[in-house]
């Protein structure tokens, strides 16, 4: 009896120091973080988008990396998890989207203009001041056209606070910037709520992609969210399209819009020029037949 008392005694404290460690962690990491964005240690990676069938590219994703001094190489899922819900990831969501405007500024001006979609958390996109931050930054790029932006809203977070999420999601739209719904299909929106949201874009889970030629019930769901889209006149966009078979059989199911490595892996801006020349000299698609 002694025995168990005592063992439940440490497993308590091994818990508080659990906890307590991974807190010491968690500041530490931020206070890297903030250091990072300071010393500019953050870069947008851009993946392409494009429609399939007819090679035409779409624009680009915008996916953060940390160029660590030390480490390298930082992906995403490695850092952004640590500061979810807290104002840093509103400080570094800023950045991502003035980096992203900047960007598309520039290119404007050598004759390249490239719409780039950002992804937005749902806790900064429910901030104060979302909108007049947004709006302050166009202002700084005056020639980049509202309509060269889109926001990438999870599933999960647009489903969080519906009304609110809603609201600001129409005001994007009343200015011309565009919003998907992005890794859809993992969250547990409901058809009622989807027809209300204001999102002119599903983007399909890769995860349903994957498994599309070995997964029955995978497949039944592509299939059911791009018929939902075109009953409901949104686009729909498949990701992690990474072979030939995953291209052709999406086409085949009427989906044309994809992103994935079978087209191009994410890349520093100034790899991106390159691949556009030679995607539009030779797109790795133009041996697919219809
Ligand atoms: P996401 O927005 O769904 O982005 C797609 C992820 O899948 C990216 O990973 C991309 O590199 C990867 N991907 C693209 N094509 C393929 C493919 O064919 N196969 C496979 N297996 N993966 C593919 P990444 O860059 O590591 O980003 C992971 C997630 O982190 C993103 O998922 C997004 O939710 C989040 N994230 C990335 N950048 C940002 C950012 O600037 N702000 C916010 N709030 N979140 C971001
Ligand atoms: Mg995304
Ligand atoms: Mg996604
Ligand atoms: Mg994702």
Redesign the pocket.
């Known amino acids: 009896m002694y025995g168990a008392k005592l063992k439940g005694r440490n497993a308590l404290n091994e818990f508080n120091i659990y906890e307590e460690s991974q807190e010491i962690k968690r500041n530490q990491l931020h206070d890297d973080i903030l250091t990072a964005a300071d010393h500019h240690q953050f870069e947008l990676y851009y993946?392409p988008k494009v429609n399939m069938r007819t090679h035409e590219i779409l624009g680009v994703?915008?996916?953060?990396r940390w160029n660590h001094p030390e480490k390298g190489l930082i992906?995403?899922?490695d850092f952004?998890p640590f500061i979810s819900n807290h104002p840093l990831e509103i400080h570094i969501?800023q950045w991502?989207i003035e980096t992203a405007i900047k960007q598309m500024s520039h290119w404007i001006d050598q004759d390249h203009p490239i719409g780039i979609s950002?992804?937005?958390?749902g806790y900064h996109l429910q901030s104060s001041g979302f909108m007049d931050n947004l709006l302050e930054t166009f202002r700084r790029y005056p020639n980049v056209p509202y309509n060269l932006l889109e926001l990438?809203i999870?599933e999960t977070s647009a489903i969080d606070d519906l009304h609110q999420v809603d609201s600001i999601l129409s005001e994007c739209k009343m200015i011309g910037v565009k919003i998907s719904l992005?890794?859809f299909g993992t969250g547990y929106s409901s058809l009622s709520h989807l027809k209300k949201l204001t999102v002119d874009t599903l983007k399909i889970d890769?995860t349903f992609v994957r498994n599309m030629l070995e997964d029955e019930n995978d497949l039944a769901i592509l299939t059911g969210v791009i018929g939902f889209a075109n009953a409901f006149k949104r686009n729909v966009i498949a990701?992690?399209?990474?072979t030939r078979a995953h291209m052709e059989n999406l086409i085949e199911l009427g989906c044309d819009w994809g992103?994935?490595?079978?087209i191009a892996r994410?890349m520093p801006a100034k790899k991106l020029q390159e691949w556009m020349t030679q995607w539009r000299l030779n797109p790795i698609l133009s041996a697919v037949t219809h």
Not at 61 to 64: G, M, N, R, S, V
Not at 239 to 242: D, K, Q
Not at 259 to 262: D, R
């Open positions: 993946q994703e915008a996916l953060i992906m995403p899922n952004l969501g991502v950002v992804n937005i958390a990438e999870l992005d890794d890769q990701e992690g399209v990474e992103q994935g490595y079978f994410p």
